[in-house]
């Protein structure tokens, strides 16, 4: 059973900056894509950057220039780093990993509250 733990999430200040990262156990890391999602209140859940196991990585729109994905497969680690945040990026955080057909595995969520 994979797990996932994400850490960095925190309070900080528009314009600065925080680093997300998922440790991940329980099976091949380099076998998954591997996904952030973030969730607003009162919003749904949506698609902030994906990395492919062959490292193409994609970013939704709000996000991109701003916010790098990367994965370590020897430390089996993605990490989000987050740089120019505005109070848009106020959200709980959601590392993924996802392998095809049907293995869908979520974190447990990481604050990161901007502040004006």
């Known amino acids: 059973q994979v797990q996932l733990v994400e850490s960095g999430g925190g309070l900080v200040q528009s314009g600065g900056s925080l680093r997300l990262s998922c440790a991940f156990s329980g099976s091949s890391f380099s076998d998954y894509n591997m996904n952030w999602y973030r969730q607003a209140p009162g919003k749904q859940r949506e698609l902030v950057a994906s990395?492919?196991?062959?490292?193409?990585?994609n970013y939704v729109n709000a996000v991109r220039g701003r916010f790098t994905i990367s994965r370590d497969n020897p430390k089996n680690m993605v990490s989000l780093q987050m740089n120019n945040l505005n109070t848009g990026d106020t959200a709980v955080y959601f590392c993924n990993a996802r392998r095809w057909p049907i293995s869908d595995w979520w974190g447990q969520g990481t604050q990161v509250t901007v502040s004006s």
């Open positions: 990395i492919a196991t062959d490292g193409g990585k």
